[in-house]
Every structure is written in C-alpha cells, then in structure tokens.
C-alpha cells in the first residue's frame, strides 16, 4: 500500500442531505477573511479553543501554516469547506496523534452557513476517508456538554454517543465534562477499507 502522504493533500467531494455540493480543499490564502469572520463568532469562540483575540493575522497563519502542517507532518489533515461558488463555508481537520489509528475530528461552521446541512456532510466524508485511505480503526468527536449543535452535527454524519468524559475538554483555563462520540471502521457497512 502507498503512503496517502506521499502525494499532495487530496480534494473531497461530498453532498449534504439536501443535495447541495460541498468541496473540501486545501486553504487558500484567499479563504483567511471567511476564517476570521468563523472564529470571531460569539458562538465559535464559545464552544472551541479558538483565541478570543483572533484577527487577521492568525486567520492567515491558519490558511499558511497550521492547515497545511498537519498534512506536512503526515499526521491527518485539516480542510476548508466550499460550497458551489468555492465560497468558504466552514473548516475541519482530522487530528491523528498518539494511536495512528484513531483520529479526532474538529469543526467549524461560518455563521451566514449553519443549518445547511455542510457540516454532517463534511463530517462523514472526512472520517470514511480517514478510514479508508489513511487506515484509521477509530475517528472520535468531543464537545462540551451543552453544545447541541455540534452534537447534532456528529449524529447526522452517523458516529454513535458513546457518553460522557467528565472534564474531559480543556476550555480557558478550566476542564469541563464532554460529551464523546466516535465513527469506527465496522460503521462502514459494506465497504472494504484499506489497512
């Protein structure tokens, strides 16, 4: 089997439950206002780890270094999502580190694209790859406990509840209970994954 590292960071198709296309692609130094406008939300920076003094210049040192590095350091990969116009929509990444069989998932939408649909679908297209290309067993998601939306957007892409890590997610200085979820190879039903 070949190393997916070994060639350039891939571009996945997808379509959410309503039909709609959804590309997930590389960063482009063009998607860093997008990336500012998502993690200057109240509601990103309330549920993630997002600084409360993000600005532009982080928003480019996301799109310039910390995407690309996680590809670079053959250790998952992190994606923008686009919609039809190639219009940022949200970002993802899928962390491997410790096990390389399990990867973790992390998410955000942009405020003008909640409730389309494009995260459920970006969710599920990255973990079955993960899976299938990468080789994962195991690809979890975590979020506080109380962050209905993330939790809803893991259910739809189909990973299964598994309960409550008590303080089980750092948050600003504090450790607060998480609820935690996980896609694991078996899910695929009918699919043959390479290992």
Known sequence: MTDPYDNPQPVLHTVTDRGA???LRPARLD???GVLI?????????WTTVPLDYDHEKAVGWVTGYAPGWWERRQGAAFVLADADDAYVGQIDL?????????????LTA?????H??????VRAVAEWGIRELGLARVEWKAHVGNDGSRRV??????TYEGIQRSGCAHRGER???WTAALVREDLSGSEEKA
């Open 21 to 23: 296309p959804l590309t």
């Open 31 to 33: 998607d860093a206002p």
């Open 38 to 46: 998502a993690c200057t939300d109240p509601e990103s920076q309330r």
């Open 95 to 107: 962390r491997v580190s410790g096990d390389p069989q399990v990867a973790d998932v992390g998410f």
């Open 111 to 115: 405020p003008h694209a909640r409730g």
């Open 117 to 122: 649909g494009y995260m459920s679908a970006a």
């Open 154 to 159: 893991a259910e739809r892409a189909g990973f």
């Open 176 to 178: 607060r209970d998480a």
